[in-house]
């Protein structure tokens, strides 16, 4: 393997555990920058000890990933060895397997997120080192998992930091369209390939679950409703009526079918449109809600987005709040990483416009773990506030 060597000082970081290498701390000779992004390396101090093996990328912000000590092989069994351990840890937490199966860095595999969705697997390679690792990643899963189908959905815009290009295909077997998968008792659809990421947000699992135990005899907003997840639990759970929203004809009709799956299609309604626009439109009409549910994508994608992101959720949540009835409750999230759980906090209450308290402040399912020196891993930010 080639060495890439730190610059002097600039090891503080790793030796503490962060997975992590940013360009402006390794020595960048020619040789590097020379290298295929995603070769395989030994990283080093500036004296040229070494720390650990991991994924290079001389063409990105983050250049180095860390896989492993100095000394590791990085192959199948490798591969085989870390999905072991995080398909031990998912079985401990949930009996069915329904679950994000790997979760990046913090399952020691930075870059590569698994979800299972029974013997279905939908993977995602957000790094040229996990992209070039994929065979020994599809041979450590057939090993570890033997799914009967393995879908690769890699047409995510994250991929553009690596210079990777946009995809979704099978790499194994074959699916017809979306396919059924269970949480909370409940049969949704999924659309690994055509939809969203990896085509289900197991993240709001136990937020879902906390938001439904509100709504019995409520009526309900569910605003960037997706494939129904908040809103067909919200009905499951005994409201009076749930009004679902979201751009998207296509998870419209995913939730409009786990609606009927799950025999609550009476009490529900999807409507397309712009989230933002529907909710001024239904604050102009007066209508208000026992409970309503707002969970955008990513307000912030990089830095430079930040200060309009916030405001975004200030707005969010002033016309969000605007809707709930007096004594009602409202379901905020960020699943922006750029933003802190306290500046997200502050921009809800700011944007409140009203009394109230807050119930619940929480991040994602146990299935999506946060890496102890990677804050941005814990990126899901939520918020249950019950309003005056």
Known sequence: MKHIHLRPGMDRRVKAGHPWVYANEARMSAD??????????????????????????????????????????????????????????RQRLFEAPYYRLVHGEADGLPGLVVDRFGDVLSVQTATAGMEELLPEILAALDDVCAPKAVTLCNGGA????????????????????PIEMQEGGLTFLADPLGGQKTGWFYDQRDNRAFVAGLCRDARVLDAYCYAGGFAVSAAAAGAAHVTAVDSSQSALDLAA????????????????????????RLGEKGERFGVVCVDPPAFVKSRKDLKPGLKGYRKLARLAAGLVEPGGFLFIASCSHNVSAEAFAQEVSRGLGRTGRILRAAGAAPDHPVHPQLPESAYLKTLVLQLD
């Open 32 to 89: 590097a920058k020379a290298l295929t992004p995603g070769t395989l390396v030994v990283l080093c101090r500036a004296d040229g000890k070494p720390l650990g093996v991991g994924a290079f990328n001389p063409r990105c912000l983050i250049c180095f990933r860390m896989l492993g000590p100095p000394g590791e092989t990085v192959d199948q069994a490798f591969f085989s060895g870390r999905l072991k351990r995080a398909l031990n840890l």
């Open 158 to 177: 994250f991929r553009k930091l690596e210079e990777l290009e946009r995809y979704a295909r099978a790499a194994k077997g074959s699916l017809d369209g």
């Open 257 to 280: 079918k786990a609606a009927k799956l799950n025999g609550v299609e009476k009490r529900c309604l999807f409507s397309r449109a712009v989230a933002f626009v529907e909710l001024a």
